[in-house]
C-alpha cells in the first residue's frame, strides 16, 4: 500500500486522474449486462402481452328457456382473433342438471383479422333446470375461456275446450243463416308463459268463419 501511494505521487496529476476515474473492464462488463437483460426483459413482456391479447371472446349465449326432452338443439359463442397471424382453439364442452348430453369440433382455427363461430349442439332431459358450458383454449397465445348459459328447461302446453275429442257438441244451426257464434276456452297448461297464433277452419257445411 505504501509503494502504491508513492508510485501513484509521482505520477503526473493528469495520469493519476485517468487511473482514479477509469472502471475497471469487469465493473464495465457487469453494467452493460444488467441493461442489456433488462431491455429483454422488457421486450418479452411486451411481446407476450401483445400475443395474448390476439384472441378473445366475441360474443357468448346468454339464460333461455329450453323444451324438455329435446336433441339437436344449439348454442353459439363467437371468438375474435385480432392478431396477424393465425391460431387455432382446443374445444370441449360439459352439461350440468337437466341438459344431458352436447358435442362439438375438436378444435377451430382462428384466421388472422377473423370472427369465427363455435356452435355446441345439445340435448335436454326432463323439466328443470340444466347448464351448457364451453371451454376453449389457444395454446400458442395464452388465451382460455370457460363459461356458457343456464337453462331453464319446462314444459309447455295448451288446452282447447270445447273440443271434439272431449264430447263436446255444438248445437244445432240453422240452414243458410249466418252471424252464428261460439266461444273456446285456450289455456296454458305449461309452467311458463307462451304466445299462441289463433286460426280457424270449417267443414261440412260451414260456409265461412272467422276469429277475433
Known sequence: MVAR?????????????????HPTPLRE????????????AVFVLSLVGSVRAQVQLYSAPGPAVQLPNTSGLTAEWDFQNTGSTAQSLDLACYTGGRVTSCSVQSSQP???????????????GTPGAGSLTLYAFCHSCAFSYQGGPTYAVQDFGVSVTPHA????????????????????????????????????????????????
Open 5 to 21: 501511494r508513492l508510485w501513484l505521487a509521482a505520477c503526473s496529476p493528469i495520469l493519476r486522474c485517468v487511473l482514479w476515474r
Open 29 to 40: 462488463l457487469t453494467v452493460f449486462g444488467r441493461r442489456v437483460s433488462l431491455v429483454l
Open 110 to 124: 382462428l384466421p388472422a383479422g377473423s370472427i369465427i363461430p363455435v356452435r355446441v349442439t345439445f340435448s335436454t
Open 165 to 212: 275429442s272431449t264430447g263436446a257438441v255444438e248445437p244445432t244451426r240453422q240452414a243458410n243463416s249466418t252471424g252464428f257464434s261460439t266461444t273456446f276456452a285456450v289455456r296454458n297448461a305449461g309452467s311458463v308463459p307462451d304466445t299462441y297464433s289463433l286460426t280457424c277452419a270449417t267443414r261440412s257445411s260451414l260456409a265461412d268463419h272467422w276469429t277475433e
